[in-house]
């Protein structure tokens, strides 16, 4: 009887942790002096965040654009870190490199001094948007308008997946590939399996965090943030929509439960304490 009882409760506790809700609550705001900010980078070893800057249009070659470096108190360090970009979005760390997604290459950068290293021009791309690199050093980089994911992996470029819907949001986790796919989080396995995690979020789906084993993040460009439970439900945390305030491709801190939210239009970075 003993037994029993405490296996229900336990069972009773773990239904109410995988049903509890997580809220955002607001931290910071940065000075509204970064131009159209579209995505923000945590680098927990330098303890910044990067910030890429369209200043701009969103796909147009005008070398506007660049990546800015703001403290974790929301100071801004150096707004012109890197510039000659034109449109700069999603970004990807590996050894002391950046990877930064800018329309149709992605451009490596050199994390100690700022300066770029190389580019890399990927074939046939029009509309570039997340990048996202796994332990093994394998960058991929999605494309919006072609609904394809590329991959670049030793120096040669090619395409990973085609045929998607608008893919944008990227994340590496383990050997998979998972996919922000408007408004559907996919899961990509090795052998180019295709699952479901997740759907019925706004369409405008941007960036993809994990908050713990699967478990994450998703937010929208219009404007809202989702929990997404392992069980595949989503919660909205956040919605931002009503007063045109957008939230692009977020950046996190996994140890401090820190959320990063990039406002494009509004120019500038909020902070928010996910619990």
Request: with cysteine.
């Amino acid at each position: 009887m003993k037994k029993i009882l405490l296996t229900t409760l336990i069972a009773s506790c773990l239904s109410f942790a995988s049903n509890a809700q997580h809220s955002l609550t607001q931290l910071w705001s940065s000075e509204a002096s970064l131009p159209v900010p579209e995505s923000v980078l945590f680098n927990k070893q330098d303890k910044v965040l990067y910030v890429a800057l369209i200043d701009g249009k969103a796909g147009e070659k005008d070398e506007k654009g660049g990546i800015a470096k703001v403290g974790l108190d929301g100071k801004i360090i150096a707004k012109d870190w890197v510039t000659g970009l034109s449109a700069p979005k999603g970004m990807g760390i590996f050894g002391s490199k950046l990877f930064v997604a800018d329309i149709t290459e992605v451009v490596e950068i050199d994390i100690k001094t700022g300066k770029i290293l190389k580019k890399h021009p990927v074939e046939g791309s029009k509309f570039l948007n997340d990048v996202t690199i796994d332990s093994k050093g394998s960058i991929y980089v999605s494309d919006s308008q072609t609904k394809k994911v590329h991959l670049i992996k030793g120096g040669q470029v090619s395409i990973y997946v085609e045929n998607l819907t608008g893919p944008n949001g990227l994340l590496a986790v383990g050997t998979d590939l998972l996919i922000a796919d408007s408004g559907t989080l996919k899961k990509l396995s090795p052998s180019k399996e295709i699952t479901v995690l997740a759907e019925g979020m706004d369409k405008s789906t941007d960036g993809i965090e994990e908050v713990k084993k699967g478990e994450y993040l998703v937010s929208c460009w219009a404007g809202v943030v989702y929990y997404v439970k392992s069980d595949g439900t989503t919660e909205k945390l956040l919605d931002t929509s009503a007063d045109k305030t957008n939230s692009a491709d977020i950046g996190y801190d996994a140890a401090k439960k820190i959320v990063y939210v990039p406002t494009f239009m509004k120019n500038n970075v909020v902070a928010y304490q996910l619990k």
